[in-house]
Nanobody
Framework: QVQLVESGGGLVQAGGSLRLSCAAS????????MAWFRQAPGKEREFVAA????????HYADSVKGRFTISRNNAKNTMYLQINSLKPEDTAVYYC??????????????????WGQGTQVTVSS
């Protein structure tokens, strides 16, 4: 069982930056595949970025490539999402997710077994 807690969201002006964190409980964090998803009001939850167990393989949605960077520190049981050049359309609740198979990244919501409660990111124009 893994519990995930996101933090780092907030209100920021367009063009600004944020770093989201996802702290995980449990001793097996290092074996998990992890990801970030987001959900804007009235829209479905969408994939943002994913990372395999070691951090050596990552994948991004086209809409965030070049602006977002996913990373992890297994010694700290924490995953991160560095968000730069924020746009108003990035406004959403951001969720982290975990899956027991850490061999590669996954990008569908149904691939993930554990979810955090989300952190709100609001970008003003």
């Amino acid at each position: 069982q893994v519990q995930l807690v996101e933090s780092g969201g907030g209100l920021v002006q367009a063009g600004g930056s944020l770093r989201l964190s996802c702290a995980a409980s449990g001793r097996t964090f290092g074996s998990y595949s992890m990801a970030w998803f987001r959900q804007a009001p009235g829209k479905e939850r969408e994939f943002v970025a994913a990372i395999n167990w070691s951090g050596g393989s990552t994948h991004y949605a086209d809409s965030v490539k070049g602006r977002f960077t996913i990373s992890r520190n297994n010694a700290k049981n924490t995953m991160y999402l560095q968000i730069n050049s924020l746009k108003p359309e990035d406004t959403a609740v951001y969720y982290c997710a975990a899956r027991g198979d850490g061999s590669r990244w996954f990008w569908q919501t149904w691939d993930y077994d554990y979810w955090g409660q989300g952190t709100q990111v609001t970008v003003s124009s």
